[in-house]
């Protein structure tokens, strides 16, 4: 066995470890990690597979970003296990079957008659010089320019729609004034009263 | 010595026949890791050193003077007092994530360095995505914050965990934007590229035609390491000590050691994006440049970063503490449009071939 070979079976046990230890682990803060380490393992094989920069893509968004925001909003929430739970039993013949299709459908796509080294040859290995993002970046901006406009117009959509149904109610709105805030006076603040003391004869 | 070498090379390959014969460059790789990484650790205990001594100048103080002459032990004395104190665990608290917080949070603060040029041809590793893995790494970063927060199972770590995630996450957006125009302008996101790309002299450098990208990345560089006047994650007066607050002895220190070990990156960065790396200041000018030409380029570059590390204490012991809500709409509202406008200015001037640096 080469090196490679090595360091790709000992990644591989690593992502599926990850990932069945997520699904598996009772609390989701743990589950989460799990996942992260997962990511961890699918960038570096993708690294093995020269293509750097989608591993690198990969880190950068999902683990610096996607799952940051994960972390945020379970810290936030008091998840209840029990209710979550409670009706195990009763959804899991139709998570059998739903599992079941899934693995099939899998193995029909993505099985040795499409992937298989007759089909696909092990591509060959580039130089020192070889820039993935390069070639990426040639792809994308000439032969794809239109698709990957296309999506990115599809993202600008998701996130206005999404402004605008939160921004929908005007009056439970909180809204602040910086330009106000910066330019109060003491005055506009503070009121300072002068009472007249009691004397001490009147005591 | 160079027989010893190839014969302990050619034993290891022996015994360990599936690395294909590449022990050597492992084993070199280890030795680049430990000459970065020494040199890093010292430069951080001697810059809390500079940290105390600088602001307390500042305020008319004398800073530390006791421990050795003029205070220079200072930091080992420190060093020893942290690693001899006992590690309290947080009653209920989750032991395997609380333990892990703080790895989590200098594993990537150290790791960032090996694809960081100290001079033409010195680095741990020539990545060709080389900014985009500092920006990957460096956000991973977070998650010891996060975690620390979450696993101390208290209240102030928790509130200061939730104010650093949100800050984090939306001042690494301005910082990708604002690197945006670098890569523009190298047509690169090599950092080695992106320094060879600056030389001939200081206006070649980069921080000229972003000038205001160079100002904001430094303040976000600010949020992203938790100085003052962002410190809002560990600010004192509101939250005790945010995310620390739990954490004692070794375990403490090694968030302290993240925290400036990224400080110094955020100052090498910024020299590498903006003020020509590796180059002499002194390039094409003349007489100026041939005086100097025996200085080596790893001094340039350490000589240009002391100045920004300064910077950092300087902007410490001048601001007062941003109110939290104020730092958020100064990414969203003031730095992010203002980066996305820069970056069609950058656009504008590479079609126009504006000066040496879009020709």
Known sequence: MSSEQIIFYILSFWFIASSLAMIFARNAAKAVLFLVLGFFSAASLWILLEAEFLAITLILVYVGAVMVLFLFVIKMLNIDKSTLRAKFAGYLPLGLIVALIIIAEMTLVLGGAQFGLEVMPSPAKHGADYSNITVLAMQLYTTYVYPFELAAVLLLIAIIAAITLVHKNEINRKKQSISEQVNVKAKDRVRVVSIASPSKENK | ?359
Request: net charge neutral; hydrophobic share 60%.
């Open chain 2, 1 to 359: 010595m160079m027989e010893l070498w190839q014969s302990f090379v050619l034993g290891v390959n022996e015994l360990m026949p599936w690395f294909d014969g590449n022990v050597a460059a492992i084993v070199i790789i280890l030795i680049k890791a430990v000459a970065l990484i020494m040199p890093l650790l010292l430069t951080v205990a001697y810059f809390t050193y500079a940290e105390r001594k600088v602001i307390g100048y500042m305020q008319l103080r004398i800073g530390p003077n006791r421990v050795g002459p003029k205070g220079w032990l200072q930091p080992i004395a420190d060093a020893l007092k942290l690693m001899t104190k006992e590690i309290i665990f947080p009653s209920k608290a989750n032991i395997y994530l609380f333990l892990l917080a703080p790895i989590l949070a200098i594993a990537p603060a150290i790791a960032v360095w090996a694809v960081v040029p100290f001079d033409e041809g010195i680095y741990v590793t020539n990545l060709d995505v080389s900014l985009l893995y500092v920006l990957a790494i460096g956000s991973i970063g977070v998650y010891g914050i996060i975690l620390a927060g979450w696993a101390s199972n208290s209240k102030y770590p928790l509130l200061g965990a939730l104010r650093s995630a949100s800050l984090l996450v939306s001042y690494e957006i301005v910082i990708g934007f604002a690197l945006v125009t670098v890569v523009m302008i190298a047509g690169s996101v090599n950092l080695n590229t992106i320094v060879a790309d600056q030389q001939g002299g200081i206006v070649n450098w980069y921080f000229i035609p972003l000038f205001p990208m160079m100002i904001i990345f430094f303040i976000s560089a600010l949020v992203e390491t938790n100085r003052a006047p962002f410190d809002v994650v560990e600010g004192e007066s509101e939250i005790v000590g945010g995310t620390h607050v739990e954490y004692s002895g070794m375990t403490f220190a090694v968030f302290f050691l993240a925290e400036y070990a990224n400080m110094i990156l955020m100052a090498v960065l910024a020299v590498i994006m903006f003020f020509g790396g590796w180059h002499s200041p002194f390039e094409g000018l003349g007489v100026l440049e041939s005086v100097f030409a025996w200085v080596p380029g790893i001094v340039w570059l350490l000589a240009k970063s002391t100045f920004f590390m300064f910077l950092y204490l300087w902007v410490r012991a001048t601001f007062p503490r941003f109110r939290y809500d104020q730092i958020m709409r100064l990414s969203w509202k003031v730095f992010l449009p203002m980066t996305i406008i820069w970056i069609f200015v950058v656009a504008l001037m590479t079609q126009l071939h504006i000066g040496p640096w879009f020709a």
